[in-house]
């Protein structure tokens, strides 16, 4: 055994994740915000955009559930950690940061996928036929590791304060979901609004969602996946270099 | 004997403070090394650099042979830290938390599974293996840290204030746990501020003081370096003659008190001879003879007291 190889570091990974499952994820008031929160926002729009069809608001209710839920909780882990002195645990074990950001990343993006599967369920519910299911499945796959890169993104600065970094987390995030195309459709857009739009991984995953459910789509849809590919990819070497640089400020 | 720690030139600067000066020290496969200091002169962020916390401003460690900046991975899979603060999951069963280790240093479930009901065992902590951390005592925390740090079986083990606070149950379990993996040859860094625990467990000790080791050594000898002179106290059981003790070689000066002759020394052994062969010529025969020794104490006070400027 190496235990500085890949696969055992991916190994040990897994262990971050089963544990962030246990101790943050599976608790009520977790679960039922990661649920009842894209809920309202979608039932406060359902009310106020009558005009809108019902499939580009469970589209948008996918989108947003797992936007919110993979950010829900990552933000917050390493500053709980770090309060509780874990962190400093887990720093002396033998681990690479790389690997604990990637523990945390891989339990966000299960959870994620988890609560967004329930909308997924709700849509069908309700009548929408699902088109291309898989294609909804990658881009959930994808799009939920995506996520999760930006809830690891959002707890770089190096405070051991939550509620620092949750407010942190809602100045981008609620922002992000009104120039993703999930209430506003990007064909309504104006250009500055397209050109904002272009920066959310959001979008992309909102236009394959749409796609899934109706056929339609804004962008054609091997760019949504190439996009979320690329997203995924930059925010997760991003967001790995940068815990490494700030970890120490947090002993 | 091999070095399982080697520091050199190690330093750490917080601001303008430099809390650890360019120290270097080793420590011998098998040793137990204390590492003492006042509050504030440097232990803590010397032991977290050492385990690879956080990283040293300059200077390098090697630990059990690998460099703890270049080669962490390696370097922290052979060792385990008990520090001051307990910092097992409060939300995780001592269980799970036992196996969680048992996952970040990659050992086999049932491995890991003997090895943590084993610890559970001797720390006294089995039947309440499967509650949860947040409903334990200080001291069968300190105890499950101290499971979780062993379950790799580690060459070397960092411990920081590992007693601190603890009940004299938990502390005799945990001191008494530190000689068995002594004699087992686990090499043990211990931090403490116990003199009476670093004097009794203790090969070696480092005092440091303002970010600076000022002493190195065993303890015995460290207490007798303090003073350049030592003191002997002796009774007789008859009165003998004052100027009889003052002339005897290498007695610098002699006090009497109650029945006892306090007596300055530059040469304890060479006194206590002399003394043997005074009482057979004055025809007494020695009561007590005793040598007040400065303790580890005297010691670390006088080596930690800041020198005025």
């Given at each position: 055994m190496n235990p500085a190889g890949f696969s055992e570091q991916v190994r040990r990974a897994w262990a971050i994740a089963r544990k962030d499952i246990r101790i943050y994820y599976i608790k009520g008031p977790v679960l039922i915000f990661g649920i009842f929160m894209p809920v309202f926002l979608f039932l406060a729009f359902l009310m106020g955009s009558r005009q809108l069809p019902l499939a580009f608001l469970v589209s948008g209710l996918v989108g947003m559930a797992l936007f919110f839920t993979a950010t829900a909780v990552s933000p917050a882990i390493f500053p709980w950690e770090g309060q509780a002195k874990t962190l400093e645990r887990l720093a002396s074990c033998p681990i690479t940061v790389e690997a604990i950001v990637f523990g945390d990343m891989i339990a966000s993006t299960l959870f994620g996928i988890g609560i967004t599967l329930i909308t997924v369920i709700i849509g069908l519910a309700l009548g929408l036929p699902l088109l291309h299911a898989i294609t909804l499945g990658t881009g959930i796959l994808l799009a939920a590791c995506c996520f999760s890169a930006i809830g690891m993104l959002l707890a770089v600065p190096p405070t051991n304060t939550p509620s620092n970094i949750m407010m942190l987390s809602s100045l981008i995030k609620f922002p992000m979901v009104f120039i993703s195309g999930i209430f506003i459709p990007l064909e309504q857009m104006p250009p500055w609004g397209l050109a904002l739009a272009a920066f959310s991984p959001l979008t992309y995953f909102t236009d394959i969602v749409r796609y899934s459910f109706t056929g339609t789509n804004y962008f054609p849809v091997p760019g949504d996946v190439a996009a979320l590919i690329l997203f995924t990819i930059v925010l997760t070497a991003g967001t790995m270099y940068l815990h490494k640089r700030t970890m120490p400020k947090r002993m | 004997m091999s070095e399982a720690i080697e520091v050199t030139d190690l330093t750490k600067i917080f601001g303008t403070t430099?809390?650890?000066?360019?120290i270097s020290f080793s420590v011998k496969e098998g040793e137990i090394f204390g590492f003492l200091g006042p509050n504030g002169a440097g232990k803590t962020t010397t032991t977290r650099m050492l385990t690879g916390v956080i990283p040293p401003d300059s200077g390098s460690a090697l630990i059990l042979d690998h460099d703890?900046?270049?080669q962490p991975v390696m370097a922290k899979q052979g060792f385990g830290v008990v520090p001051e603060t307990s910092n097992a999951y409060a939300d995780l069963t001592a269980w799970q938390n036992l196996m969680l280790m048992g996952d970040l240093y990659g050992l086999p479930h049932a491995h890991a599974s003997d090895r943590a009901s084993d610890l559970l065992k001797t720390l006294g902590l089995l039947e309440r293996?499967?509650?949860?951390?947040?409903?334990?005592?200080k001291g069968m925390k300190q105890r499950l840290i101290l499971a979780m740090a062993l379950l790799h079986k580690p060459g070397l083990l960092f411990l920081d204030?590992?007693?601190?606070?603890?009940d004299v149950q938990s502390s005799q379990m945990i001191l008494s746990l530190l000689r068995d993996l002594s004699q087992e040859g686990t090499t043990i860094f211990l931090t403490t501020h116990n003199m009476e625990e670093a004097n009794r467990l203790c090969n070696r000790i480092a005092i440091i003081r303002s970010g600076k080791i000022v002493a190195l050594d065993a303890p015995e000898k460290l207490k007798a370096a303090i003073d350049r002179l030592h003191r002997i106290e002796v009774s007789f059981d008859r009165d003998i003659p004052a100027n009889g003790l003052a002339r005897l070689?290498?007695?610098?000066h002699v006090d009497r008190t109650g029945d006892k002759w306090q007596i300055t020394v530059e040469d304890r052994d060479l006194v206590i001879r002399s003394l043997v062969t005074f009482s057979q010529q004055q025809g007494a025969v020695i009561a007590t003879l005793n040598t007040l020794a400065p303790s580890l104490d005297d010691a670390f006070l006088r080596l930690t007291r800041e020198v005025p400027p």
């Amino acid at each position: 055994m190496n235990p500085a190889g890949f696969s055992e570091q991916v190994r040990r990974a897994w262990a971050i994740a089963r544990k962030d499952i246990r101790i943050y994820y599976i608790k009520g008031p977790v679960l039922i915000f990661g649920i009842f929160m894209p809920v309202f926002l979608f039932l406060a729009f359902l009310m106020g955009s009558r005009q809108l069809p019902l499939a580009f608001l469970v589209s948008g209710l996918v989108g947003m559930a797992l936007f919110f839920t993979a950010t829900a909780v990552s933000p917050a882990i390493f500053p709980w950690e770090g309060q509780a002195k874990t962190l400093e645990r887990l720093a002396s074990c033998p681990i690479t940061v790389e690997a604990i950001v990637f523990g945390d990343m891989i339990a966000s993006t299960l959870f994620g996928i988890g609560i967004t599967l329930i909308t997924v369920i709700i849509g069908l519910a309700l009548g929408l036929p699902l088109l291309h299911a898989i294609t909804l499945g990658t881009g959930i796959l994808l799009a939920a590791c995506c996520f999760s890169a930006i809830g690891m993104l959002l707890a770089v600065p190096p405070t051991n304060t939550p509620s620092n970094i949750m407010m942190l987390s809602s100045l981008i995030k609620f922002p992000m979901v009104f120039i993703s195309g999930i209430f506003i459709p990007l064909e309504q857009m104006p250009p500055w609004g397209l050109a904002l739009a272009a920066f959310s991984p959001l979008t992309y995953f909102t236009d394959i969602v749409r796609y899934s459910f109706t056929g339609t789509n804004y962008f054609p849809v091997p760019g949504d996946v190439a996009a979320l590919i690329l997203f995924t990819i930059v925010l997760t070497a991003g967001t790995m270099y940068l815990h490494k640089r700030t970890m120490p400020k947090r002993m | 004997m091999s070095e399982a720690i080697e520091v050199t030139d190690l330093t750490k600067i917080f601001g303008t403070t430099v809390a650890v000066d360019h120290i270097s020290f080793s420590v011998k496969e098998g040793e137990i090394f204390g590492f003492l200091g006042p509050n504030g002169a440097g232990k803590t962020t010397t032991t977290r650099m050492l385990t690879g916390v956080i990283p040293p401003d300059s200077g390098s460690a090697l630990i059990l042979d690998h460099d703890i900046q270049h080669q962490p991975v390696m370097a922290k899979q052979g060792f385990g830290v008990v520090p001051e603060t307990s910092n097992a999951y409060a939300d995780l069963t001592a269980w799970q938390n036992l196996m969680l280790m048992g996952d970040l240093y990659g050992l086999p479930h049932a491995h890991a599974s003997d090895r943590a009901s084993d610890l559970l065992k001797t720390l006294g902590l089995l039947e309440r293996r499967d509650q949860k951390v947040q409903a334990y005592s200080k001291g069968m925390k300190q105890r499950l840290i101290l499971a979780m740090a062993l379950l790799h079986k580690p060459g070397l083990l960092f411990l920081d204030e590992p007693t601190s606070g603890l009940d004299v149950q938990s502390s005799q379990m945990i001191l008494s746990l530190l000689r068995d993996l002594s004699q087992e040859g686990t090499t043990i860094f211990l931090t403490t501020h116990n003199m009476e625990e670093a004097n009794r467990l203790c090969n070696r000790i480092a005092i440091i003081r303002s970010g600076k080791i000022v002493a190195l050594d065993a303890p015995e000898k460290l207490k007798a370096a303090i003073d350049r002179l030592h003191r002997i106290e002796v009774s007789f059981d008859r009165d003998i003659p004052a100027n009889g003790l003052a002339r005897l070689p290498g007695v610098v000066h002699v006090d009497r008190t109650g029945d006892k002759w306090q007596i300055t020394v530059e040469d304890r052994d060479l006194v206590i001879r002399s003394l043997v062969t005074f009482s057979q010529q004055q025809g007494a025969v020695i009561a007590t003879l005793n040598t007040l020794a400065p303790s580890l104490d005297d010691a670390f006070l006088r080596l930690t007291r800041e020198v005025p400027p």
